[in-house]
């Protein structure tokens, strides 16, 4: 048994004009590299974590065929809510639970098992801007106060997510955890978030998340350990659509 992570497939079965081809060769036919490295590396006792952005259908109807895809994936499948997940209405997860029981698990203001092992997840969110930075010396050139205070509205209300993640999950009697965020846990300026300080707080092992699109954003946010929690980004095109085994 093991558990696998990857994000940002981005399936777009019934929306042909959403294609990824035009991001970059890596994305050319990547729902066939996504498959076959499923079907290469997942058994059918594992467990594998899709961590947000799954299709670009609008509302349901719109994402069946990438849902059904994802079914037949091997293994079971967790599913983390992304940006671009639109068809998954936030009040509405235990009803997608209940429509793909044993099939799907959608990850959302609850908790899945793994062994020993509580997995509390949730969107997450992080100010990517607008702003504007000197990368090069990390200068801020320019800063949009009204797009940070509602980027702090969202932040208040995925931290509640997932603090009731941890909540639901610590009651059961859990205490060792796996946090997975679609967004990564802190934008390029911070060193930490609330989302890093809920991981310390309950002594989460992990932080796995995605979003990170381009090698100019793979380090937009913390990679490998800090403060004693180990950080992985899992995007489809930093992995080629390779799932990481997160623990065996």
Not at 90 to 105: C, I, M, P, R, S
Request: glycine content about 8%; proline content about 3%; hydrophobic content about 40%.
């Amino acid at each position: 048994m093991a558990l696998f992570a990857l994000g940002d497939l981005h399936l777009a079965f019934q929306r042909p004009e959403k294609s990824m081809d035009a991001m970059g060769p890596i994305w050319v036919r990547h729902e066939e590299k996504i498959w076959k490295n499923c079907q290469d590396l997942i058994k059918p006792e594992d467990t594998l974590v899709l961590v947000g952005d799954h299709s670009w259908g609008r509302k349901l109807f719109q994402c069946r065929e990438d849902l059904a895809f994802i079914a037949r994936l091997p293994g079971r499948k967790i599913l983390v809510r992304g940006n671009h997940d639109m068809f998954w209405e936030a009040q509405k997860t235990d009803v997608l639970n209940t429509e793909y029981a044993g099939k799907l698990f959608f990850l959302q203001n609850n908790f899945a098992a793994y062994g020993e092992y509580a997995l509390v997840g949730t969107k997450g969110f992080t100010f990517e801007g607008p702003f504007l930075i000197n990368r090069f010396t990390g200068e801020v050139l320019s800063w949009d106060q009204d797009a940070e205070k509602h980027a702090q509205k969202l932040v208040r209300r995925e931290a509640i997510r997932l603090e009731d993640s941890f909540r639901q999950a610590w009651e059961a009697g859990y205490r060792k955890f796996l946090v997975f965020l679609h967004y990564p846990p802190t934008n390029i300026l911070e060193e930490d978030s609330v989302f890093t300080r809920m991981a310390e707080k309950y002594g989460a092992e992990q932080v796995i998340y995605a979003h990170c699109h381009g090698k100019n954003q793979f380090q937009d946010s913390i990679l490998g350990f800090h403060n004693g929690i180990r950080y992985r980004l899992v995007s489809g095109d930093y992995l080629d659509f390779r799932p990481e085994k997160i623990l065996d």
